[in-house]
């Protein structure tokens, strides 16, 4: 985490609080943006089922109101319920509670729980509910929690920090032992932290497509040799019946004042708060003297009032480095992203001026107010036609999943689906062939129709299943069996293919050719482009890092880590075709970084592989669970 991520981390015990709704799993499983409504449907509608533990509507929609908040006051008002909705949000959010009352299950099998004491004094200790090192008080805690988004009343919060507990126990109890010796953490640091600097010329097998040409007998031997490349795959054939959720949300008329409720339930989304922007000297106090920091800090201050250039001196002297390089610009931020004695200071401040020296958990800073935007909320004209927009794809949503429930009733056989088709005024369709990653033909991309088709036997109905444009209720005409195709039938791909193997062979040739005068050559730049090629030069890399031209490149990256500093590579194979490199410049984790990171590191690559083996273990623990969701109700909820 940088310093200025570190400074803009959210100060409001609100967003530090809801992360304890399903604390295991906001850091284990998924991210936190996740919304919330569903006026319409019943709060005791079961959603799901895990191990008997159920997830109602009132639960769903709850943490999903809260996470929105969450959301928003790290993103501001930009992220819409549609767009939310296009994101598939309701679904992570379902996972999110499904694997906390998974967990849940399983800490009950292990007989793990968690004590009254244990809550009360998870809530003593945090931060949120302290004062001059001490407890609030039972009424200011309660206020507090009544202050939410939605409001919260006690019991509800204790239950929530009681089963972050119990998970946490859990997780504890099944991952504590791990452990890793300093010379793995020292390797994995390295390997991580390690820096090199390129300069890379690239051959790619594109650029040589066109100096190559494939006959048809190098078709025919290449096919011949090759002929499981080609296989096609298993593929099914499906009759559907659409419930179209466009289709409905034409109809649909909102009226102007569901419009303007929704407007003013919602004002915060349409409201930009002041922001200003701001450039900043600091000089950290961290492990030195901070009489002798704060007094430089007053010599920067005094060459700054005195007309010095501010955006110089805190590239000369800032140890915030990633504003530094940008003459110290945090460029526009709102209240609430900065640690509170910066904000303060700030957003008193006038354009033009610079303060006097600030103190903050991170040292001491001389701030300089570039701008100042003040807050402005968008009015409802403007916004109008959005909110039409969205009131209306919601309720054709609500209109569709209700609709699936009745149909779901009345379709229990194949020719149920033409009877209730016609009742409707709706018509079957055939989708023809598909295999089962590709779309299905009038559907587009439906993973959980595609997976049901390859599920079901001819003649086969299913229940209501969510596709992208709706919901879909099929039934299984044919299926076709995997099968090599004729080389006829695939001689464009198969041709296609062995260009681009000739193209690599080129590649490699030209990359031999090239390879010998880079190496011999003086000036690795000129004699490149002597040769009719470009070296390009990247920026300090670490392993993993996209290289230009080539991506992620493996082979390139182990050879330029083992390579001295000026030394020359031997042409390398990537997948796209070939390169040659130079090593310009290499930056080494120092023993000093190494002892001053080792614990820290440990923690966190420790925690990283504590996850992922709690995750791996979950994952199999819940196929002895009997997990039941109900896709309608979810719907509802979520709209």
């Known amino acids: 985490m940088t310093m200025l991520d570190r400074m803009r981390r959210h100060r409001d015990w609100l967003k530090w609080s809801l992360g304890l709704v399903c604390v295991a799993f906001v850091l284990f499983y998924i991210p936190d943006f996740l919304r919330g409504s569903g006026a319409d449907a019943a709060s005791g509608d079961t959603i799901a089922k895990v191990e008997g533990r159920e997830i109602t509507s009132g639960d769903f929609r709850r943490t999903y109101q809260a996470q929105l908040q969450a959301y928003r006051s790290a993103y501001g008002g930009n992220m819409s319920d549609q767009l939310l909705k296009q994101l598939g949000i309701e679904q992570q959010i379902l996972q999110q509670m499904v694997d906390e009352r998974a967990a849940l299950a399983e800490a009950d099998r292990l007989g793990i729980k968690v004590s009254d004491e244990e809550v009360r004094q998870r809530i003593f200790a945090m931060p949120a509910f302290q004062e001059n090192g001490g407890f609030i008080g039972e009424a200011r805690y309660q206020q507090l929690l009544r202050m939410q988004r939605p409001p919260m009343v006690a019991s509800e919060f204790e239950d929530n920090v009681r089963r972050g507990l119990s998970v946490e126990k859990l997780r504890g109890s099944l991952t504590d032992w791990l452990s890793v010796n300093d010379k793995d953490l020292e390797k994995e640091y390295r390997r991580r932290n390690d820096k090199v600097k390129l300069a890379v010329v690239s051959f790619t097998a594109d650029s040589f497509r066109t100096q190559v040409t494939a006959t048809d007998a190098e078709v025919a031997s290449y096919f011949d040799g090759h002929k499981n490349d080609f ?3 298993e593929k099914r054939k499906i009759r559907y019946l659409l419930l179209d959720i466009d289709g409905l949300r034409a109809k649909v008329v909102v009226p102007a004042a569901d419009i303007e409720k929704e407007y003013n339930n919602n004002s915060e989304q349409y409201t930009t708060p002041e922001q200003v922007r701001a450039s900043h000297i600091l000089l950290k106090t961290e492990g030195k003297d901070d009489a002798t920091v704060k007094a430089k800090a007053q010599e920067l201050l005094k060459q700054a009032k005195a007309g010095a250039d501010f955006a110089e001196l805190a590239k000369k002297n800032s140890d915030d480095t990633d504003s530094a390089k940008n003459g110290g610009d945090l460029d526009y931020f709102g209240r609430g992203r900065m640690v509170a004695e910066f904000d303060q200071v700030v957003f008193a401040m006038t354009p033009g001026t610079t303060s006097d020296v600030v103190k903050t958990g991170f040292g001491y ?3 300089k ?13 403007e ?7 969205q009131l209306a794809y919601q309720r054709a949503q609500t209109q569709a999943a209700d609709l699936a429930q009745n149909l779901g009733k009345q379709i229990t056989n194949a020719a149920d689906l033409d009877k209730v088709a016609k009742a409707q005024g709706l018509t079957v369709q055939e989708s023809g062939f598909f295999a089962k990653d590709e779309p299905i033909l009038g559907l587009g991309p439906s993973p959980e129709a595609a997976n049901k088709a390859f599920d079901m036997k001819p003649g086969d109905v299913s229940g209501a299943l969510r596709a992208s444009r ?13 099968y090599v195709p004729k080389a006829e039938d ?4 198969v041709r296609d293919e062995v260009v681009k193997q000739k193209a690599k062979d080129v590649s490699r040739q030209k990359a031999a050719d090239v390879a010998a005068k880079l190496k011999s050559a003086t000036d690795f730049d000129k004699a490149a482009k002597a040769a009719g090629v470009e070296a390009k030069m990247t920026e300090l890399l670490t392993q993993d890092s996209p290289i230009p031209d080539l991506g992620v490149a493996p082979a390139v990256e182990e050879a330029a880590f083992k390579l001295a500093v000026g030394a020359v590579s031997d042409p390398i194979a990537t997948d796209n075709g070939t390169a040659v490199i130079k090593v310009l410049e290499k930056k080494e984790v120092t023993p000093e970084e190494w002892t001053s990171s080792k614990d820290r590191f440990r923690e966190e690559l420790l925690t990283d592989r504590r996850n992922r083996f709690f995750s791996a273990y979950m994952a199999k623990a819940k196929q002895k669970m009997k997990i039941e969701v109900n896709r309608e109700s979810l719907q509802r909820a979520a709209s």
């Open 365 to 367: 800073h001389i701030i």
């Open 470 to 482: 709706g919901f879909v209720f099929e039934t299984l005409v044919s299926k076709q069996d995997p």
């Open 383 to 389: 916004v109008r036609q959005q909110l039409n927009d």
């Open 231 to 233: 296989k096609i795959p």
């Open 490 to 493: 695939v001689k464009d791909r």
């Open 369 to 381: 107010l570039v701008d100042k935007k003040n807050a402005t909320t968008r009015p409802l004209a």
